[in-house]
């Protein structure tokens, strides 16, 4: 069964702080691994890696894969009290049922 | 603006009743998926249809139903079976079983 677990579960930094989130993953006939922004309603895109050891990099978010050791990471720098949302990754497999989601990591930015 | 749209965003159920939460997307695409979000649980899968006439069940398909009439629609039932529906419920789209989603606003299912 493929499973898709983010670390961790919850972070409370301050303004300004960068913080690391982190995604490891089992899936058969990986694709590739997504990442999410979930603010109050509808996940919205952020990257799509497929590719082992390329960044990815928008505004002071970035994100990496690690296909050797089956692991992404998604790096915020100079957070904003507007990075405050649920962070979701998700694997895509060769299966017809789409992606496996992790549970996701509250980010909370203090002002 | 291509998109997908959920209706309602806040629906009301008493026990015992069955409910039908709408999705309908614009964007051509041939995938579509249901799927449950709880607090500390991510997202599960519900059931996802790839064509129309045709839906395959997910994770936690007890106690749902849907149908694929029109590749635009894709109608999730939570029927008297589903004994803990409260929830957030999100519909997503693909343009291949391979890509990434777009997703809908969600439908947020509360029994009273």
């Known amino acids: 069964e493929d499973k898709v677990v983010q670390s961790p579960l919850s972070l409370v930094v301050h303004e300004g702080d960068t913080v690391t989130l982190n995604c490891s993953y089992e899936v058969t006939n990986f694709r590739s691994l997504l990442w999410y922004k979930q603010e109050k309603k509808a996940p919205t895109f952020l990257f799509m890696l497929?590719?082992?050891?390329i960044e990815k990099k928008s505004g002071r978010l970035s994100s990496i894969l690690d296909k050797k050791e089956l692991f992404s990471i998604l790096n915020i720098t100079a957070t904003q009290t507007g990075d405050s949302a649920i962070y979701l990754c998700a694997g895509s497999g060769g299966g017809a049922d789409g992606l496996t989601f992790g549970k996701g990591t509250h980010l909370i930015i203090q002002p | 603006d291509g998109g997908i749209t959920q209706s309602p965003k806040y629906l009301f159920r008493k026990e015992g009743q069955n409910v039908t939460l709408s999705c309908e997307q614009n964007?051509?695409?041939?995938?579509m998926y249901w799927y449950r979000q709880d607090p500390g649980q991510g997202l599960r899968l519900i059931y996802y249809s790839q064509i129309v006439n045709d839906f395959q069940k997910g994770d936690i398909a007890e106690g749902y139903s849907v149908s694929r009439e029109k590749k635009e629609s894709f109608p999730l039932t939570v029927t008297s079976a589903q004994k803990n529906p409260t929830a957030f419920y999100l519909c997503?789209?693909?343009?291949?079983?391979?890509?990434?989603?777009?997703f809908g606003s969600g439908t947020r299912l509360t029994v009273v």
């Open positions: 997503a789209s693909s343009a291949s079983y391979r890509g990434g989603y777009t």
């Open positions: 964007l051509n695409h041939d995938a």
């Open positions: 497929t590719s082992s050891g």
